[in-house]
């Protein structure tokens, strides 16, 4: 290829000149808890695989410093039964959270399947209570609706969750630019090429603006109940937004989970974010076994390293930018690594 000759995008991979120092992390300065992983299909199977399986991923994870993960599993009943016993062996590493069958939201007995789902699956162990995205973008009720996060029809799930003390982590949206128009002003133009299917922006669904109102309105209704809103509070990449949500909701904390590239292309601003909410902010990850990436974050919270990827496979695959360290003080660091995490688990 000669000069001037035009190439395509997702051919332009530039290799940055930059020389400055880079402090290497191996292993965090505190021990770890990663409020938010998935173990994916490592508890599929009879029994003696998964012990094989499992053994091997405790023994990776605590080769990267970690002590004990969150399982956010989403299911409920027999399936979640089922993983309940084949982790039980290992509940000093793992904690497992469990869904609710939304889907069952227009039933009469709604409320009462609710509790007694919930109340079994805590009598067996579950710990918390996941709820996943798509029940604000994807499920819709029998009148064809979608259903908004603080719909009342809801909210048994928060009260049983705050009578039984679990807390509740909830992905409600995604990055903002998923929720724009694909064209040539997207961010995350090039991820959403990859992934059609990641793209909110439709007229039928909630616009972005629309699920922070309801997020912001789930908390303010419902104070008894401990709310974890996953990746950064939903909206990153607007920390004084997430920050005053903060301020106003004593039931919320957020896991940082999967949103390394947003934080950590607003050092300044995330520096002063993790100082001012050091007792709310949770370590996470979002890793499956296949893709741990724990590294990346102590490098992020650590160091004061420069212009460094975000993902060990380059930086590519969310927005095309790099990111900076945020060198945060021993008391912080080892409040977001675990003391918060722990804290939750002995309300
Ligand atoms: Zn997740």
Redesign the pocket.
Known sequence: MGNGEGIYLHEYMPRSELVVERASIEEPKFPVVDF?T?LGSLTEGDESEVKERLACHVERLRALGVEHVVN?ERRWGSELADILKKLAPWTDFFTTFGGVDVAQLDEPDFPDMVEDSMKRGADLGMRGVKIWKNVSLEMKDKNGRHIPIDDPRLTPIWDTAAELNLPVLM?IADPVAFFRPVDRFSERFEELQRHPDWSFCSPELFEFEELMEQQARLLEKNPDTVFII?HMGSYAENLGFVGECLDRYPNMYVDM??RLAELGRQPYTARRFFEKHQDRILFAT?CFPAWLEHRKYYEFLETWNEYFDYSSSGSQGQGRWKIYGIGLDDNILEKVYNRNARKLFQA
């Open positions: 938010h998935h956010q992905h996953a989970a999967a979002d």
